[in-house]
């Protein structure tokens, strides 16, 4: 698993060399991820999600990126001589089927995602060496024959003393 996430850092480092990278197989919504710091401490990703089409597209508000613990994706790694992923919290959230949520064309949709929870040690580790933030989204329902999806990273830079 380790030689995985150095040969995955590795690749990300030759092929993509910029501070936030991304992929997008998605053909409904396009997804931009960045990184805020809202506080000291707390590493959170802004999410905003567009609707790219001519038409209206519908999802349950779980389905959105920060609409459920488990609508987005991710995975950090420990950069270093041996890189090593940050264990992850993992708690229930049972997606509410309630809301429907419809994308007019061109509307734009944006939330949060906290890093800081979903990372418990994130910030121990961050005294120590950067973190490059992996995620992944991917949206469609039962009656769709396909899934969409964007994925991308990016860097949090080790924390500087003062």
């Known amino acids: 698993m380790v ?9 990300t480092q030759q092929l993509c060399p910029a501070q936030n990278s991304g992929i997008e197989k998605s053909k409904r919504l396009a997804v931009e991820v960045e990184m805020a710091v809202p506080r000291p401490g707390t590493y959170v990703l802004k999410v905003t999600v567009q609707n790219v089409t001519t038409v209206p597209v519908s999802l349950s508000e779980w389905q959105l990126p920060w609409g459920n613990r ?9 950069t270093g001589r041996i890189p090593q992923t940050l ?68 860097v949090i830079p080790k924390i500087r003393p003062n």
């Open 3 to 11: 030689r995985f996430f150095a040969f995955l850092l590795l690749a």
């Open 70 to 78: 488990y609508s987005l994706t991710t995975t950090a790694l420990a």
């Open 87 to 154: 264990r992850e919290n993992f708690p229930i959230d049972d997606p509410n089927v309630g809301r429907q949520v419809v994308l007019q064309p061109g509307e734009r949709r944006s939330g949060d995602v906290d890093l800081s929870g979903r990372f418990r040690t994130i910030n121990q580790v961050l005294r120590q060496t950067d973190v490059i933030v992996y995620w992944l989204y991917q949206f469609g329902d039962k009656a769709d024959s396909k899934i969409d999806y964007s994925a991308g990273w990016l």
